[in-house]
């Protein structure tokens, strides 16, 4: 059994750049830590403590995130992840609200760590098509974030990242002495 995995989905590489700094800050030999793609991952894998990362998907996270969470017992359990659009700490709280309620309560879960994620071009042009459709005040803040989600995550969003890795990693072994 591993003592680290970072199991990660990720569609524009903001999560995946997320989950490489994460495996990189874990306190622990490279035999001992596994870094893995949900697409590429077949369940042989354990691990006491997982790393499982996101992209925000309509405020949650998705199916295959949902189907790992689900599925694990008596581990260790911290969530991470980017999102475009909803660069706000009540929007992370919602996004681990609702990813945490499929951590089985025989976990000891760690806590999470979301930071805002660039989203495509595509993207862009889709909210400027919305204009004199819709509210143009309203497209304008939109595209305000988008604009402001270039640089992410940014140096700054990778250090906190960091800093969560120790947090957990800190609560984790604080956890094994109470048992």
Same mark, same amino acid.
């Given at each position: 059994m591993l003592k680290y995995l970072v199991i990660y989905a990720s569609e524009t590489g903001n999560t995946k750049k997320l989950a490489e700094e994460i495996y990189k800050a874990l306190p622990s030999s490279k035999k001992d830590k596994a870094l893995v793609d949900v697409r590429t991952w077949n369940g042989t894998l354990d691990a006491e403590t997982y790393f499982i990362g996101f992209w925000a998907n309509r405020g949650s996270c998705t199916l295959e995130i949902i189907d790992i969470l689900s599925s694990l017992n008596h581990r260790n359990i911290a969530l991470f992840g980017t999102c475009g659009t909803g660069n706000a700490k009540g929007y992370y709280s919602l996004l681990e609200q609702n990813a945490s309620v499929w951590i089985s309560d025989d976990n000891n879960y760690l806590g999470s760590y979301f930071c805002q994620g660039k989203m495509t071009d595509e993207l862009r042009?889709?909210?400027?098509?919305?204009?004199? @459709?819709? $509210?143009?005040? @309203?497209? $304008?803040?939109?595209?305000?974030i988008f604009d402001s989600a270039k640089n992410h995550p940014s140096r700054e969003d990778l250090q906190r990242a960091h800093q969560f890795v120790n947090e957990c990693y800190l609560q984790a072994k604080e956890s094994l002495l109470h048992v």
């Amino acid at each position: 059994m591993l003592k680290y995995l970072v199991i990660y989905a990720s569609e524009t590489g903001n999560t995946k750049k997320l989950a490489e700094e994460i495996y990189k800050a874990l306190p622990s030999s490279k035999k001992d830590k596994a870094l893995v793609d949900v697409r590429t991952w077949n369940g042989t894998l354990d691990a006491e403590t997982y790393f499982i990362g996101f992209w925000a998907n309509r405020g949650s996270c998705t199916l295959e995130i949902i189907d790992i969470l689900s599925s694990l017992n008596h581990r260790n359990i911290a969530l991470f992840g980017t999102c475009g659009t909803g660069n706000a700490k009540g929007y992370y709280s919602l996004l681990e609200q609702n990813a945490s309620v499929w951590i089985s309560d025989d976990n000891n879960y760690l806590g999470s760590y979301f930071c805002q994620g660039k989203m495509t071009d595509e993207l862009r042009a889709k909210y400027e098509s919305y204009r004199g @459709k819709c $509210d143009d005040e @309203k497209i $304008d803040q939109i595209i305000k974030i988008f604009d402001s989600a270039k640089n992410h995550p940014s140096r700054e969003d990778l250090q906190r990242a960091h800093q969560f890795v120790n947090e957990c990693y800190l609560q984790a072994k604080e956890s094994l002495l109470h048992v």
